[in-house]
Protein backbone atom coordinates (compact mmCIF):
# COMPACT_ATOMS: atom_id res chain seq x y z
CA UNK A 1 0.00 0.00 0.00
CA UNK A 2 1.05 3.40 -0.86
CA UNK A 3 2.70 5.12 2.31
CA UNK A 4 0.79 8.22 1.41
CA UNK A 5 -2.66 6.10 1.35
CA UNK A 6 -5.08 8.06 3.52
CA UNK A 7 -4.07 11.57 1.92
CA UNK A 8 -4.12 10.62 -1.63
CA UNK A 9 -7.62 9.15 -0.50
CA UNK A 10 -8.38 12.54 0.58
CA UNK A 11 -6.88 15.01 -2.13
CA UNK A 12 -9.19 12.44 -4.08
CA UNK A 13 -12.34 13.23 -2.22
CA UNK A 14 -10.98 17.13 -2.35
CA UNK A 15 -10.76 17.36 -5.86
CA UNK A 16 -13.46 14.99 -7.37
CA UNK A 17 -16.01 17.31 -5.45
CA UNK A 18 -14.71 20.39 -6.55
CA UNK A 19 -14.76 18.89 -10.12
CA UNK A 20 -17.96 17.49 -10.21
CA UNK A 21 -19.42 20.76 -9.02
CA UNK A 22 -17.89 22.82 -11.61
CA UNK A 23 -19.02 20.10 -14.29
CA UNK A 24 -22.16 20.99 -12.80
CA UNK A 25 -22.30 24.65 -12.93
CA UNK A 26 -20.92 24.66 -16.50
CA UNK A 27 -24.13 22.90 -17.96
CA UNK A 28 -25.97 26.24 -17.03
CA UNK A 29 -23.66 27.75 -20.00
CA UNK A 30 -26.06 29.47 -21.96
CA UNK A 31 -29.27 28.24 -20.01
CA UNK A 32 -28.62 30.90 -17.00
CA UNK A 33 -31.43 33.08 -16.21
CA UNK A 34 -29.86 35.63 -16.93
CA UNK A 35 -26.44 36.89 -18.49
CA UNK A 36 -25.17 38.66 -15.38
CA UNK A 37 -26.03 35.55 -13.65
CA UNK A 38 -24.87 32.99 -16.25
CA UNK A 39 -20.98 34.42 -15.91
CA UNK A 40 -21.27 34.07 -12.29
CA UNK A 41 -22.25 30.73 -12.55
CA UNK A 42 -19.43 30.09 -14.91
CA UNK A 43 -17.03 31.93 -12.77
CA UNK A 44 -17.37 29.87 -10.05
CA UNK A 45 -17.83 26.93 -11.80
CA UNK A 46 -14.19 27.53 -13.25
CA UNK A 47 -12.80 28.49 -9.90
CA UNK A 48 -13.82 24.64 -8.57
CA UNK A 49 -12.31 23.70 -11.52
CA UNK A 50 -8.80 24.70 -11.25
CA UNK A 51 -9.14 24.11 -7.52
CA UNK A 52 -9.59 20.67 -8.81
CA UNK A 53 -6.50 20.65 -10.75
CA UNK A 54 -4.24 21.53 -7.81
CA UNK A 55 -5.68 18.92 -5.77
CA UNK A 56 -5.14 16.09 -8.22
CA UNK A 57 -1.69 17.25 -9.34
CA UNK A 58 -0.70 16.49 -6.17
CA UNK A 59 -2.58 13.40 -5.61
CA UNK A 60 -1.17 12.25 -8.74
CA UNK A 61 2.70 12.95 -7.25
CA UNK A 62 1.81 11.02 -4.27
CA UNK A 63 0.29 8.61 -6.27
CA UNK A 64 3.34 8.19 -8.54
CA UNK A 65 2.03 5.41 -10.91
CA UNK A 66 2.60 7.73 -13.90
CA UNK A 67 -1.33 9.24 -14.27
CA UNK A 68 -1.70 12.93 -14.00
CA UNK A 69 -4.10 15.06 -13.33
CA UNK A 70 -5.73 14.98 -16.23
CA UNK A 71 -5.17 11.32 -16.30
CA UNK A 72 -7.18 10.73 -13.29
CA UNK A 73 -9.87 13.45 -14.34
CA UNK A 74 -10.59 11.98 -17.55
CA UNK A 75 -9.88 8.35 -17.10
CA UNK A 76 -10.89 7.13 -14.04
CA UNK A 77 -14.01 5.21 -14.09
CA UNK A 78 -17.09 6.03 -11.53
CA UNK A 79 -16.50 3.86 -9.08
CA UNK A 80 -13.01 5.32 -8.46
CA UNK A 81 -14.52 8.58 -7.79
CA UNK A 82 -14.32 9.89 -4.49
CA UNK A 83 -16.82 13.17 -4.67
CA UNK A 84 -19.74 14.09 -2.44
CA UNK A 85 -22.91 12.72 -3.67
CA UNK A 86 -24.38 15.84 -3.41
CA UNK A 87 -22.65 17.70 -6.21
CA UNK A 88 -23.22 14.58 -8.75
CA UNK A 89 -26.85 15.71 -8.09
CA UNK A 90 -28.76 16.78 -11.01
CA UNK A 91 -29.07 20.97 -11.19
CA UNK A 92 -32.67 20.65 -11.91
CA UNK A 93 -34.03 24.08 -11.45
CA UNK A 94 -32.12 27.58 -10.48
CA UNK A 95 -33.61 26.66 -6.90
CA UNK A 96 -32.03 23.14 -6.74
CA UNK A 97 -28.74 24.61 -8.24
CA UNK A 98 -28.79 27.25 -5.60
CA UNK A 99 -29.82 25.03 -2.77
CA UNK A 100 -26.77 22.48 -3.63
CA UNK A 101 -24.44 24.94 -4.02
CA UNK A 102 -24.80 26.33 -1.19
CA UNK A 103 -25.16 23.03 1.26
CA UNK A 104 -21.58 22.16 -0.53
CA UNK A 105 -20.14 25.88 -0.04
CA UNK A 106 -21.02 26.23 3.80
CA UNK A 107 -18.98 22.35 3.76
CA UNK A 108 -16.29 23.42 1.65
CA UNK A 109 -16.08 26.48 3.69
CA UNK A 110 -14.99 24.71 7.21
CA UNK A 111 -12.91 22.24 5.28
CA UNK A 112 -11.19 24.64 3.58
CA UNK A 113 -10.50 26.99 6.43
CA UNK A 114 -9.36 24.32 8.54
CA UNK A 115 -6.95 22.70 5.77
CA UNK A 116 -5.02 26.32 5.57
CA UNK A 117 -3.66 25.36 8.61
CA UNK A 118 -2.80 22.01 7.27
CA UNK A 119 0.81 20.51 8.97
CA UNK A 120 1.42 19.75 4.78
CA UNK A 121 2.22 22.85 3.71
CA UNK A 122 0.96 21.97 -0.26
CA UNK A 123 -2.05 21.22 1.54
CA UNK A 124 -2.25 24.41 2.94
CA UNK A 125 -1.43 26.35 0.44
CA UNK A 126 -3.27 25.17 -1.86
CA UNK A 127 -6.41 25.44 0.40
CA UNK A 128 -5.48 28.93 1.74
CA UNK A 129 -6.04 30.22 -2.15
CA UNK A 130 -9.15 28.55 -2.58
CA UNK A 131 -10.61 29.78 0.69
CA UNK A 132 -10.32 33.28 -0.69
CA UNK A 133 -12.21 31.95 -3.69
CA UNK A 134 -14.76 29.92 -1.78
CA UNK A 135 -15.42 32.17 0.90
CA UNK A 136 -16.93 34.39 -2.36
CA UNK A 137 -19.01 31.16 -3.44
CA UNK A 138 -20.69 30.64 -0.20
CA UNK A 139 -21.78 34.62 0.31
CA UNK A 140 -23.41 34.41 -3.07
CA UNK A 141 -24.81 30.90 -2.96
CA UNK A 142 -26.33 31.82 0.91
CA UNK A 143 -27.87 35.30 -0.40
CA UNK A 144 -29.50 33.17 -3.20
CA UNK A 145 -30.98 30.99 -0.51
CA UNK A 146 -32.68 34.07 0.81
CA UNK A 147 -33.42 35.52 -1.91
CA UNK A 148 -35.59 32.50 -3.20
CA UNK A 149 -36.39 31.53 0.74
CA UNK A 150 -37.46 34.85 1.21
CA UNK A 151 -38.48 35.99 -1.94
CA UNK A 152 -42.30 35.38 -3.68
CA UNK A 153 -44.55 32.54 -3.44
CA UNK A 154 -43.15 30.75 -6.31
CA UNK A 155 -39.26 31.54 -5.78
CA UNK A 156 -40.07 30.12 -1.73
CA UNK A 157 -42.07 27.11 -3.11
CA UNK A 158 -38.97 26.45 -5.68
CA UNK A 159 -37.05 26.84 -2.66
CA UNK A 160 -38.65 24.64 0.07
CA UNK A 161 -39.03 22.15 -3.16
CA UNK A 162 -35.19 22.18 -4.08
CA UNK A 163 -34.26 20.55 -0.21
CA UNK A 164 -35.88 17.48 0.29
CA UNK A 165 -34.05 16.83 -2.75
CA UNK A 166 -30.45 16.84 -2.06
CA UNK A 167 -31.05 16.98 2.27
CA UNK A 168 -30.45 13.06 2.27
CA UNK A 169 -26.73 13.32 0.40
CA UNK A 170 -25.81 15.78 3.29
CA UNK A 171 -25.39 13.14 5.23
CA UNK A 172 -21.78 13.28 4.07
CA UNK A 173 -21.08 16.65 5.75
CA UNK A 174 -21.43 15.16 9.08
CA UNK A 175 -19.73 11.36 9.30
CA UNK A 176 -16.01 11.68 9.05
CA UNK A 177 -14.66 8.20 8.12
CA UNK A 178 -11.46 6.50 9.55
CA UNK A 179 -9.60 8.24 6.64
CA UNK A 180 -10.22 11.42 7.78
CA UNK A 181 -9.58 10.87 11.64
CA UNK A 182 -6.35 9.34 11.03
CA UNK A 183 -5.37 12.57 9.25
CA UNK A 184 -6.78 14.90 12.34
CA UNK A 185 -4.92 13.22 14.15
CA UNK A 186 -1.60 13.52 12.31
CA UNK A 187 -2.53 17.07 11.84
CA UNK A 188 -2.90 17.26 8.19
CA UNK A 189 -7.38 17.25 7.82
CA UNK A 190 -9.36 19.60 10.32
CA UNK A 191 -11.35 17.53 12.64
CA UNK A 192 -14.94 15.90 11.12
CA UNK A 193 -16.73 16.84 14.26
CA UNK A 194 -15.57 20.29 14.45
CA UNK A 195 -16.58 20.73 10.45
CA UNK A 196 -19.94 18.86 10.67
CA UNK A 197 -20.61 21.46 13.36
CA UNK A 198 -19.87 24.39 11.61
CA UNK A 199 -21.81 22.99 8.70
CA UNK A 200 -24.72 22.41 10.25
CA UNK A 201 -24.80 26.04 12.48
CA UNK A 202 -24.33 27.20 9.32
CA UNK A 203 -27.14 25.78 7.41
CA UNK A 204 -29.96 26.62 10.16
CA UNK A 205 -28.63 30.05 10.15
CA UNK A 206 -29.29 30.72 6.45
CA UNK A 207 -32.01 28.83 6.23
CA UNK A 208 -33.90 30.74 9.01
CA UNK A 209 -32.74 34.05 7.38
CA UNK A 210 -34.41 32.34 4.28
CA UNK A 211 -37.79 31.11 6.18
CA UNK A 212 -37.10 27.97 5.22
CA UNK A 213 -37.87 24.37 7.81
CA UNK A 214 -34.67 22.92 8.48
CA UNK A 215 -34.90 19.41 8.21
CA UNK A 216 -33.87 16.64 10.79
CA UNK A 217 -30.42 15.83 10.27
CA UNK A 218 -29.65 12.74 7.51
CA UNK A 219 -28.78 9.46 7.94
CA UNK A 220 -26.69 7.10 6.67
CA UNK A 221 -27.60 4.75 3.76
CA UNK A 222 -26.53 2.77 0.67
CA UNK A 223 -24.60 5.02 -0.98
CA UNK A 224 -21.12 6.53 0.00
CA UNK A 225 -19.26 8.77 -2.59
CA UNK A 226 -16.07 8.22 -0.34
CA UNK A 227 -16.09 4.69 -1.05
CA UNK A 228 -17.04 5.12 -5.14
CA UNK A 229 -20.55 4.00 -4.51
CA UNK A 230 -22.73 6.84 -6.59
CA UNK A 231 -25.59 7.62 -7.59
CA UNK A 232 -27.22 7.04 -10.84
CA UNK A 233 -26.08 10.43 -11.87
CA UNK A 234 -22.56 10.42 -11.87
CA UNK A 235 -22.09 7.87 -14.23
CA UNK A 236 -24.28 9.95 -17.10
CA UNK A 237 -22.38 13.45 -16.20
CA UNK A 238 -18.72 11.27 -16.47
CA UNK A 239 -19.76 10.08 -19.93
CA UNK A 240 -20.33 13.64 -20.71
CA UNK A 241 -17.40 14.82 -19.13
CA UNK A 242 -14.72 12.34 -20.27
CA UNK A 243 -15.93 11.25 -24.16
CA UNK A 244 -12.91 13.13 -25.51
CA UNK A 245 -10.40 11.49 -23.84
CA UNK A 246 -12.34 8.40 -23.96
CA UNK A 247 -12.61 8.74 -27.37
CA UNK A 248 -9.13 9.74 -28.54
CA UNK A 249 -6.59 9.08 -25.50
CA UNK A 250 -3.99 11.74 -25.40
CA UNK A 251 -5.65 14.08 -28.19
CA UNK A 252 -3.79 17.79 -27.67
CA UNK A 253 -5.40 20.22 -29.65
CA UNK B 1 -35.79 39.52 -14.01
CA UNK B 2 -38.00 41.44 -15.98
CA UNK B 3 -38.45 43.48 -12.84
CA UNK B 4 -34.54 43.72 -11.80
CA UNK B 5 -33.29 47.16 -12.12
CA UNK B 6 -30.31 48.75 -14.30
CA UNK B 7 -27.26 49.79 -12.62
CA UNK B 8 -24.37 52.02 -13.48
CA UNK B 9 -21.03 50.17 -12.43
CA UNK B 10 -17.87 52.13 -11.89
CA UNK B 11 -14.32 50.88 -10.94
CA UNK B 12 -11.48 51.86 -9.05
CA UNK B 13 -8.56 50.56 -10.50
CA UNK B 14 -5.14 49.24 -8.31
CA UNK B 15 -3.25 52.61 -9.44
CA UNK B 16 -6.21 55.13 -10.26
CA UNK B 17 -7.27 57.29 -7.42
CA UNK B 18 -10.71 58.01 -8.97
CA UNK B 19 -13.46 55.53 -10.11
CA UNK B 20 -14.44 55.16 -13.51
CA UNK B 21 -17.52 54.04 -15.34
CA UNK B 22 -17.14 50.88 -17.21
CA UNK B 23 -21.07 49.92 -18.28
CA UNK B 24 -23.53 48.08 -16.70
CA UNK B 25 -25.39 45.21 -14.74
CA UNK B 26 -29.33 43.87 -14.11
CA UNK B 27 -29.92 42.83 -10.49
CA UNK B 28 -32.85 42.82 -7.99
CA UNK B 29 -30.47 45.24 -5.41
CA UNK B 30 -27.95 46.77 -4.77
CA UNK B 31 -26.15 44.41 -2.98
CA UNK B 32 -26.84 42.10 -5.90
CA UNK B 33 -25.61 44.67 -8.37
CA UNK B 34 -22.33 44.37 -6.49
CA UNK B 35 -21.75 40.90 -7.10
CA UNK B 36 -22.72 41.28 -10.79
CA UNK B 37 -20.31 43.91 -11.21
CA UNK B 38 -17.27 41.92 -9.64
CA UNK B 39 -18.38 39.02 -12.14
CA UNK B 40 -18.29 41.30 -15.33
CA UNK B 41 -16.07 43.75 -14.45
CA UNK B 42 -13.20 42.95 -12.39
CA UNK B 43 -12.62 39.24 -13.21
CA UNK B 44 -9.49 40.27 -15.00
CA UNK B 45 -8.03 42.35 -12.44
CA UNK B 46 -9.45 45.01 -13.08
CA UNK B 47 -10.12 46.68 -9.73
CA UNK B 48 -9.71 47.31 -5.80
CA UNK B 49 -13.16 49.08 -5.21
CA UNK B 50 -17.02 48.99 -6.49
CA UNK B 51 -19.75 51.66 -6.85
CA UNK B 52 -23.40 50.99 -8.41
CA UNK B 53 -25.72 53.46 -8.67
CA UNK B 54 -29.20 53.07 -9.97
CA UNK B 55 -28.89 53.99 -13.90
CA UNK B 56 -32.64 55.93 -13.52
CA UNK B 57 -31.16 58.18 -10.56
CA UNK B 58 -28.62 59.77 -13.23
CA UNK B 59 -29.10 62.99 -14.84
CA UNK B 60 -27.44 63.48 -17.98
CA UNK B 61 -27.57 66.50 -19.86
CA UNK B 62 -29.71 66.51 -23.20
CA UNK B 63 -28.04 65.71 -26.44
CA UNK B 64 -30.24 69.11 -27.88
CA UNK B 65 -28.34 71.26 -25.67
CA UNK B 66 -24.56 70.06 -27.25
CA UNK B 67 -24.06 73.61 -28.37
CA UNK B 68 -25.23 75.45 -25.65
CA UNK B 69 -23.51 73.71 -23.21
CA UNK B 70 -20.34 72.89 -24.65
CA UNK B 71 -19.30 74.92 -27.64
CA UNK B 72 -18.55 78.01 -26.19
CA UNK B 73 -15.83 76.41 -24.29
CA UNK B 74 -14.15 76.20 -27.75
CA UNK B 75 -12.74 79.56 -28.56
CA UNK B 76 -11.50 80.56 -25.40
CA UNK B 77 -7.94 79.59 -25.32
CA UNK B 78 -7.49 81.94 -22.42
CA UNK B 79 -9.02 79.43 -20.15
CA UNK B 80 -6.25 76.97 -20.63
CA UNK B 81 -2.54 77.68 -18.56
CA UNK B 82 -0.48 76.94 -21.80
CA UNK B 83 -2.30 80.72 -23.70
CA UNK B 84 -0.01 82.66 -20.79
CA UNK B 85 3.61 83.28 -21.37
CA UNK B 86 5.28 82.69 -18.31
CA UNK B 87 8.16 85.38 -17.49
CA UNK B 88 11.83 83.33 -17.92
CA UNK B 89 12.53 83.98 -14.37
CA UNK B 90 9.91 82.07 -13.42
CA UNK B 91 11.65 79.13 -14.94
CA UNK B 92 9.88 75.52 -14.82
CA UNK B 93 6.85 75.40 -13.33
Known amino acids: MNPNHDLIEYLLRLGDSALIQGQRLCEWCGRA??????LALMNVGLDLVGQARNWLDYAAELLADG?????LAFRRDERAYRNLLLVEQPNGDFAVTMAKQF???????????????????????????????VTYHLRRSGEWVQRLGD??????????????????????????????QRLCEAGIAPDPAQIAGAWQ????????????PLPEPAVNFYLSGRRGLHSEHLGLLLAEMQFLQRAYPDATW | ??????????????????????????????????????????????????????????????PDEKEPLFDPAQDKVYRHASFYELPAEVGHM
Open chain 1, 103 to 133: LYDAWHFQVLDGLSRSGDARVAGIAAKALKE
Open chain 1, 201 to 212: AKVAEVFAAATL
Open chain 1, 151 to 180: GTEESHRRMQAAIPQLWRFTVEMSDGDEVE
Open chain 1, 67 to 71: RDADH
Open chain 1, 33 to 38: PALEEE
Open chain 2, 1 to 62: MSEWTLFEVFVRSKHGLNHKHVGSVHAADAAMAIDNARELYTRRNEGVSLWVVPSALITASS
